[in-house]
């Protein structure tokens, strides 16, 4: 069903102070630093267009999850931001206390402030409405200090969080280039003219991916799946294939072990559309037929080369392939090579390729120009998935909602 969200780009915005939530969730390396910044570019485009009609613009952000690595602040995210707009972005250590309330007070227009990680409270991570997160001590406390909220954080759109539900509930809000943008691209993507669509499905969120494949396999489309990485590793073991002492370790690491039951259901209602590397590379480089042997104690590094050549062929019956999630351990550059080789196999087809999620975009721009013009670089990874399987994004209901309490001229969403 359509819906009516207001814009940015429609509404005047000069001289208003501006809550702008961004996601600019970057992959960290294990120096510590941004390993790649195509979402912070993206978002640049929105923040400078804003700086450059005169708002007062404070971006509010998130960066990993509490207890990983990657839970980070955003002081490196600021520097890299001021680059890629070209003007200074102020950063506060600080998400809501007294000097993040003071430096937002004391902003004027033309200027920009970044905000801490918003996942440093607790509250922010919290699942729920927006009438809830209204209440919320973050919003309660921010909000009378804008005049607008623009949210343009698409890639986190599915998340019912504080800073993506409750403001939209008190401020007149916005969606901002980015937000508009991708669900109008995506939206004709949708169209069931265009099948099969394939979705090639990797990384290391296996409790999204579970619940992104219900929403996938369930819908209308009829879609397929082509596993790799964790994922795959958890099916394989929903089947009853043993793939090795290590790849149970770390299923069980990553608490994907409660989700064996939900990936047995889908493999029994959907196997004829789901499907599993027939060969992984470990570790030390060696190749694991799957059936044919047991890795023990190697990891699972990346798909083997049996994968990439059947997956490729699969491929080429498509109109839509949807890439999100790496196949391999990307961060070591020898494993790189399943998810390049299967990112250059969609794109050597006739099919429109969607390419989602912060880790897969590294790949994509290592390619030549010529090979990566052709696909839609989404900055959604969770979002985008559930987005395409027909899940409504609760950040833009919220958006709907707000367009519609606040009587905000609209542009109508498909
Ligand atoms: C993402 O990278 O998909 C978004 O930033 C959302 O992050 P999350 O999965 O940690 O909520």
């Known amino acids: 069903m359509s819906k009516v969200v207001a814009s ?4 005047d915005l000069s001289g208003r102070k501006v809550l702008l939530r961004v996601d600019i969730n970057c992959p960290i390396g294990k120096d510590g630093k941004l390993l790649d910044i195509s979402r912070i570019k993206i978002h640049a485009g929105t ?47 600080d998400v809501m206390g007294p000097e993040a309330i003071e430096r937002i007070d004391k902003l004027r227009p033309g200027e920009a402030l970044m905000l801490d990680n918003v996942r440093f409270l607790a509250e922010e991570s919290i699942e729920a409405s927006g009438e809830f997160h209204a209440k919320s001590y973050l919003v309660r406390r921010l909000a009378p200090h804008f005049e607008y909220y623009v949210n343009d954080a698409f890639a986190t759109a599915h998340r019912k969080h504080a800073s993506m539900m409750g403001f939209p509930y008190v401020l007149p809000s916005l969606a901002g280039d980015v937000m508009e943008k991708e669900v109008l691209a995506l939206s004709e993507i949708k169209d069931p003219a265009l099948s099969p669509k394939m979705f090639v499905l990797g990384g290391a969120k296996v409790s999204d991916s579970v619940r992104i494949l219900k929403n996938i396999l369930g819908s209308s489309f009829g879609s397929y799946v082509l ?30 072990l409660p989700l064996v039951n939900s990936a047995r259901e889908l493999l029994l209602k959907y196997r004829e559309r789901i499907y599993l590397p027939p060969d992984y590379v470990l570790e030390d480089g060696s190749v694991l037929l799957v ?20 997956y490729g062929e699969l491929m080429k019956e498509a109109k839509v392939i949807v890439l999100r999630g790496p196949a391999g351990v990307i961060e070591e550059s ?10 250059r196999a969609a794109l050597s087809t006739d099919a429109k390729v969607i390419v989602g999620g912060g880790h897969l975009t590294s790949i994509l721009e ?49």
């Open 8 to 11: 940015s780009t429609k509404t």
């Open 227 to 256: 596993l790799t990485g964790l994922i795959s590793e958890l099916f394989y073991l929903a089947s009853g294939v043993v793939l090795g002492k290590a790849s149970r370790d770390k299923l069980e690491k990553a608490g994907a």
């Open 334 to 343: 020898q494993f790189r090579k399943g998810s390049t080789a299967l990112m």
């Open 291 to 310: 059936g044919k042997g047991v890795a023990d104690n190697k990891l699972i590094k990346d798909v083997g080369p049996q994968t990439i050549e059947r």
């Open 47 to 93: 923040v400078r267009r804003l700086l450059d009609e005169g708002a007062a613009v404070v971006i509010l952000a998130h960066q990993g999850r509490p207890g990983m690595d990657d839970f980070t602040d955003l002081h490196q995210h600021s520097i890299a931001l001021s680059k890629e707009t070209g003007y200074e972005i102020q950063f506060v250590p």
């Open 366 to 414: 290592d390619l030549p120009e010529s090979e990566r013009r052709k696909a839609h670089n989404s900055t959604g990874g969770g979002a985008l998935l559930l987005f395409l399987g027909g899940e409504e994004l609760p950040a833009i209901e919220a958006l709907a909602r707000s367009a519609e309490k606040f009587k905000l001229n609209g542009i109508e969403l498909p």
